[in-house]
């Protein structure tokens, strides 16, 4: 490995190292952004069957954002397994903060600046001063945090040309990383701050659009209303919350929110959450997707 690639992954790891401090879960990126541990479940020839799903499960690296951690020891594990690392990514969607990252591009001779301006005109928000990362192509990363009921999809261009949505499920490339393209670094001036809270009016755009209600009278839990606890189950120490309102969501968006109720409680207390938060946080589901608790 060449000095300078030594160096950049050195870098990388003390700015990881930097963020978790602050409790944001990392994962080590390749100069391209990706994630730089390949998954341990990848198939040797095209003739074999594809592996079962793993978020992590089998306790392996190579998971891409469920490997995110705050813990420094296994930060270093991280990177010393993938010493070709020069930068890292931020996982969001995460306790503490449930980072937000909002990710203003100028690509293509976008101005996504200038459509969240209007975006805030037209819905009555202001930013508040918030951290700030510079991308290497002029872009601009805004960090915004999310309430603990609400979980936030990831989506391009859906609120405007340009404007990218980073939430559950997605990272952000961390500051002080250095990709194929330059470095990307904290704007002066927000070195300091902390991700500050969306603004209930840009918090409301960025959550799915509710489906119509399923046109039975009398819901059936039914293969949809599996998978939805089967998400559930498969939810790890802090996704555990974040997994249940989402299913809940969808379960009452598609009609069979009472129905799943029940089933989807069990599934939460199976996975760590005592009974009293599952019903809390599918109360909330019922309530953010216009029905009674």
Sequence with gaps: MATTDRQATTLAL?????????????????RTKLPALRSPHRSSRPDEPAPPPCHGECGRPGHGVYDATSDPARIRELFAAAPWATGYGIACGLPPHRLIGVDL???SGTDATGSLRELALRHLFTIPPTVVVLTPSGGRHLWLTGPPDAVIPNSAGRLAPGIDIRGAGGYLVGPGSRTEHGVYATAPGTEH?????????????????????????????GNRGQGLVQFVLAAHEGQRNTRLFWAACRAYENGIGRALRAPLTDAAVHTGLTEREARATIASAA?????HP
């Excluded at 003390?14 to 390749?30: C, D, T, W, Y």
């Excluded at 603004?199 to 059936?220: D, E, I, K, Q, V």
């Design 193 to 221: 701050l902390v991700p500050a809270p969306c603004p209930p009016s840009l918090l409301r755009l960025l959550l799915p659009p509710p489906r119509a209600p399923h046109p039975s009278t009398h819901p059936s839990v």
């Design 14 to 30: 003390a700015h990881a190292l930097s963020a978790a401090e602050r409790g944001l879960a990392v994962i080590p990126l390749s």
């Design 287 to 291: 309530r953010m997707t216009g029905h």
């Design 105 to 107: 591009d100028v690509k």
